[in-house]
């Protein structure tokens, strides 16, 4: 088999009925009310420790309530873990990916690929989620708010988010995809500097459009558009029920069972800093 990555070249087309997205559209309300204004810190992760499941393990945070990006959707993610469990009592999500997935960085585990360690080649969240089985890549064009975009800048910059929907060039909201679309609303942690640094929204516009700033909606403009995954990386969480939980595979076959320890990589990139 090829070392080519074919998820990448062939995201699938249907609308992933199975999503997760009520349970992380929930938790991002929770967490911009209970947890927004923490700070932003490259180098820091997770605003306190977290919860895994109805015993009394934790994903540890380092610098609370500091946080960066990527660490922002995993805490998403991991919450909106928490909040089912709470209201199903359900525990499938911490049985099927044991918090050792979160808390170690080999190719068996979730962390490495979430945060781009070296050598686990991985282009984002929704790339992460997707190889483990429990999420599905997806083009732009079919995103619903609750899914996941990792992005690439025109400035070499990138960052990942929660997708809150399509706008158009004048930071109106649009139900549905279609060719106003000029970028989109996203939850992540971000602003590095400014008054709302940590958990935040901000209004994202794609290249070259950067509409003037308008009052309470913070830009980020510079992303770039494009098909390939590698460049605008975009999915979803599934339902657990639609969970298929297996290491990597995409290309990935010969190291994918290596318990080796891989070296974090330099994310000095997801800098925070946007427009506004």
């Not at 062939?10 to 997760?20: I, T, W, Y």
């Not at 209201?87 to 080999?106: C, H, K, M, V, Y």
């Not at 990935?252 to 974090?264: H, I, N, R, W, Y």
Request: aromatic letters at 10%.
């Amino acid at each position: 088999m090829s070392g080519r990555d074919e998820s990448l070249e062939n995201p699938a087309e249907d609308s992933a009925p199975d999503r997760f997205n009520d349970f992380v559209l929930r938790t991002v309300d929770l967490l911009l009310r209970e947890r927004s204004g923490g700070g932003y810190d490259l180098n820091s992760y997770f605003t306190r420790d977290l919860a895994y499941g109805p015993g009394s393990e934790r994903v540890r945070a380092n610098h609370p309530p500091l946080t960066m990006c990527v660490a922002a959707v995993t805490e998403v993610i991991i919450e909106a873990f928490n909040l089912y469990h709470r209201e199903s009592g359900d525990a499938t999500p911490f049985r099927a990916l044991p918090i050792r997935s979160w808390q170690r960085g080999s190719m068996q585990d979730i962390r490495a690929h979430i945060f781009q360690y070296d050598g686990a080649k991985c282009h984002g969240t929704a790339h992460a989620l997707a190889r483990f089985g429990i999420g599905r890549l997806l083009p732009f064009e079919v995103l619903q708010p609750g899914d996941f975009i990792t992005m690439n800048r025109t400035s070499g910059n990138g960052h990942t988010a929660v997708f809150l929907g399509y706008i158009d060039r004048n930071y109106a909201d649009l139900a549905t995809y279609s060719s106003a679309a000029a970028g989109f609303k996203y939850f992540s942690a971000q602003g590095k500097g400014s008054s709302d640094a940590g958990f935040a929204y901000r209004w994202a516009f794609f290249s070259p459009n950067c509409p003037a700033p308008v009052a309470g909606k913070r830009r980020d403009c510079g992303i770039i558009r494009s098909p390939k995954q590698e460049l605008l990386n975009t999915g979803c969480l599934l339902h657990s029920r639609a969970w298929s939980v297996h290491p990597p595979r995409d290309g990935l076959e010969a190291d994918a069972g290596s318990s080796t320890e891989l070296k974090p990589s330099d994310l000095s990139r997801y800098d925070g800093v946007t427009t506004d």
